[in-house]
């Protein structure tokens, strides 16, 4: 998280806390929702769920905001309440049972490789072979998403998808660092083994 | 790459937990050698990588996102300087959150007049119990034929209808019939429902002026009367028909008549305010007391 990145984010605060800047705090939520949703998805494992503690987490982010003392940086702050709000729901699915949806036919994303990898993603040239492979490679890797346990799901995504360091991901999970790395690594083997790639 | 060289080049080859490691933080220059040289762990660290591509394709936050959060907390969430409270339910959505607080407090008035009920209902059992025992006395002997007296069947009915249980003949011999006697309050306040059988015990001063006085007022009423006597001469029966609002009528004008009323059942003197009336029709056992000389 970058100095500017942070500087940013206090600049924001203070004006929707002392001005009611409603405004600044929707420039909040442009910014970080898409990190909560994928934080919270990488607990789940499930889109709708995700969502769901996305939008709790920001309404008590709204209520709570006017009290944050800024110990920390407001994206460490956020983090923390989004991964508690989603173990918490992950632990009442649970307990629930409640069965956990996928959608068959969601709509096909453009790849988003950053070149450093060596990976074919599918973009909209596709022949529908492939489309329908990559599919179902798509679907496969939802279902292990779901087998995996929660605490490899949500090392994994933070280290995946935020790009988060194994520093960071172990300060907000509360783990060592080494303890990540074999969450990571595991998690990674599991999904790898499922998708039978 | 012969056999024996494979074998000696997967010996060498790094943990799955090494090569994670390597896939985040490639700065290993002896690891980067041997992956540059070994098949092996190029093919899994690019399924490795391949995996990242697929979670982070599948973690791709819905279109319209933020706009929804904006939408919600605009307008669920209160105004800016109001704490977030803990979840009551963590993991519910708001809806259920609220359904389930108003369950539980549907839940809880319907407890609470449950028990009430049930307190209610238990009272009134005591209040029947110390009514019979209270009334219970010895067997009649004699029936002495009166005018207008109802059908014997219709007694002999009254006398099969009358409330049975362990009552103490002798309880009669503890009611206190002094000067300091007192009537007992009923313990229910609800609106109440005069039952089809009820015993009364009063406490006259004369006993055969009571009978007379009795006679004539439940006459008035449009009572059917029927007389028992007793072994004991101070004591007497009688057992009335007619309906709920005569009864009601009939106690009110014998505590007029300085008669005192022993028991706590319903109908009360001067209670009618608090009675449901169905114009039903009932038995009224009355027993009347002879107050002791002193």
Known sequence: MSNHTVSEDRVLIDKYVNQNDQGAFNILVQKYSGRAYQIAYGVLGNKQDAEEVAQDAFMRIYRALPKFRGDSEFSTWMYRIIVNLARNKHRWNRVRGAGRSFSIDAPIDNGRGDGELTIELPDQGMAPDQIMLYNELKDKTRKAMEKLPEAYREAVILRTVKGLSYEEIADLLGCKVGTIKSRIARGREEIRNNLDI | ?294
């Open chain 2, 1 to 294: 790459m012969n056999a024996d060289q494979t074998k000696l080049s997967l010996a060498r080859c790094p943990s799955a937990e090494e090569l994670s490691i390597f896939l985040d933080e490639p700065a290993d220059s002896a690891l980067a050698g041997h992956i540059s040289s070994c098949a092996h762990c190029q093919a899994r660290l690019s399924d490795y990588a391949q995996v990242d591509c697929l979670l982070f394709e599948l973690s791709q936050p819905p279109a319209g996102l933020a706009e929804r959060i904006q939408q919600a907390c605009r307008s669920e969430a209160p105004a800016p300087g109001t704490a977030a409270l803990p979840p009551l339910f963590p993991g519910w959505s708001l809806l259920w959150r609220y359904a389930a607080v108003f369950a539980f407090l549907f839940a809880l008035a319907g407890l609470l007049t449950w028990l009430n009920l049930a307190q209610g209902k238990q009272r009134y059992g005591k209040q029947l119990a110390q009514d019979s025992a209270s009334t219970q006395a010895n067997p009649p002997t004699a029936v002495t034929a009166q005018q207008n007296a109802p059908a014997e069947e219709d007694f002999a009915l009254a006398e099969q209808m009358r409330p049975q249980g362990n009552i103490d003949p002798d309880s009669l011999q503890n009611v206190s019939t002094g000067a300091g006697a007192s009537a007992l309050k009923p313990v229910n306040h609800r609106r109440y429902r005069i039952e089809s059988q009820i015993e009364h015990v009063w406490l006259v001063d004369n006993l055969t002026k009571s009978q007379a006085m009795l006679q004539e007022l439940g006459l008035q009423d449009g009572f059917k009367l029927k007389w028992k006597q007793t072994d004991n001469a101070d004591i007497l029966h009688a057992d009335l028909r007619g309906s709920d609002r005569q009864l009601q009528s009939l106690v009110d004008r014998l505590q007029a008549q300085n008669w005192l009323l022993l028991s706590p059942a319903y109908p009360q003197p001067k209670a009618e305010q608090s009675a449901f009336f169905t114009d039903s029709k009932i038995i009224y056992h009355a027993t009347l007391v002879q107050k002791d000389a002193n």
